[in-house]
């Protein structure tokens, strides 16, 4: 296609194509689920596509199956936000959801405020929509509100423009499995509503926990001024594409109005449905936290004894490790020798959405099995000493 036809959102995406099996190796990269991990939702699908026929296979309804929302609101009631099931829309995942909400909040030239570094997919989505970025650093109890409280005072003083929201992923965060402190929960809520602008908390990682007890939700601080977005990915399985928004009634009612699909698939909203209130969701939430934290202790381990000289953070749910690698070390120029070594990860260069810092590399544990785990830290661990020695002998 000429250049000239593209809108200017579409002039920087990349036009080739994803190379069929670009993702061979052993499975360091994607947030992919552990396959032993997949529910059984056969029985669910069964009375979805019997009983309930003439539901599912019809459109659906744009804000959401009733009963699904209702179970999403009694979830939130269960983690302490109180959020009825009229503030609740179905959408297709929580990428679907952050879409969304920069259709219903943005302006080209907008500013919003992310983590540095932040989740990495949602960084194309908001620059699609001509959003500039503030990056406020992260420590070990999440975003450093002392920073943003700063950076907020300095526009006000300037007479400059305020960001549209603050992004924010609390819960074991996407890349560096921080999660935020109660502290700075309450101190980023107290910041938001004396500047009136609005949090977008996105939280999926949120069950996956190994140990230690949950922080409050954002949602559950500040109902009013925060916008959460939740997902089944990581719930049940990714890919049921199916996740929500919580807000007022009043943006609920425009958002169902820029939602193009018209409603969700009404048939995986039943599956989820049915299986939820069989009970099925307890047990899978039990397996998931028992396989991934297995799988957690097990790269922890095989990056300590073969990759001593990374460091990290031992995160306590979630799916990722994030590493940072000796100072000079270059994260893209080690996931490119990972590749070549059959092992995949994704450079930490990647979730930034400003100036990138070069010396991170983020692991999924997520994905791979225990012999992959070790096998593929063994292999990275080659392909860093071979990048060492051949920066040593430049
Ligand atoms: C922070 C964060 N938000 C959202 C998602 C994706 O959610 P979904 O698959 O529902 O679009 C992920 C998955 O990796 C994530 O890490």
């Known amino acids: 296609m000429e250049r000239s036809s593209l809108a200017q959102r579409a002039v920087h995406l990349s036009a080739t194509m994803p190379r069929p099996g670009a993702h061979e190796g052993i499975p360091f990269d994607s947030g992919h689920a552990f396959p032993g991990v997949l529910p059984d939702l056969r029985a669910a699908a069964e009375l979805a596509l019997s009983e309930y026929r003439a539901e599912t296979l019809q459109y659906g309804v744009r804000p959401g199956l009733p009963e699904l929302r209702e179970w999403i609101s009694g979830y939130l009631h269960g983690e302490g936000a109180e959020v009825p099931a009229e503030e609740v829309v179905v959408v297709n995942g929580a990428k679907h959801g952050i879409d969304l909400l920069c259709r219903l909040l943005l302006d080209e ?113 500040d109902r009013a001024n925060t916008i959460l977005i939740g997902t089944f990915a990581k719930l049940i399985a990714p890919g049921l594409r199916i996740g929500w928004v919580s807000a007022s009634t009043d943006a609920l009612a425009r958002i169902i109005q820029l939602k193009s699909d018209g409603g969700s698939c009404p048939l995986t909203q039943r599956i989820i449905v049915e299986f939820c209130r069989a009970g099925g969701l307890d047990a899978h939430i039990q397996s998931v936290q028992r396989t991934y934290g297995s799988h957690r202790d097990h790269m922890v381990a095989a990056v300590r004894r073969q990759l001593p000289e990374l460091s990290m953070t031992v995160p306590h749910g979630g799916y990722y490790l994030w590493l940072k690698l000796p100072e000079g070390m270059d994260g893209d120029e080690l996931t490119t020798r990972a590749a070549d070594a059959g092992v995949t990860i994704l450079a930490g260069s990647k979730f930034f959405a400003g100036q990138p810092q070069k010396n991170y590399i983020r692991l999924a544990y997520s994905h791979a099995t225990p012999v992959q785990i070790d096998e593929g830290v063994g292999r990275l661990a080659g392909a860093l000493r071979s990048m060492a020695s051949t920066s040593a002998r430049a």
Do not use: W
């Open 109 to 221: 030239g907008d500013s919003i405020v992310v983590t540095a570094p932040t989740y990495f997919t949602a960084i194309p989505i908001f620059k699609s929509f001509g959003a500039s970025f503030i990056e406020v650093s992260q420590d070990e109890e999440g975003l450093d509100t002392s920073e943003l409280e700063a950076v907020l005072a300095r526009l006000v003083r300037e007479g400059r423009r305020l960001p549209k929201f603050i992004y924010n992923v609390p819960d074991f965060h996407n890349p560096t499995g921080v999660t935020m402190s109660r502290r700075r929960r309450e101190a980023l809520v107290e910041l938001s509503a004396r500047h009136r602008i609005l949090i977008l908390e996105d939280s999926p990682y949120r069950k996956v926990r190994f140990e230690g007890a949950p922080e409050p939700m954002i949602k559950a601080l």
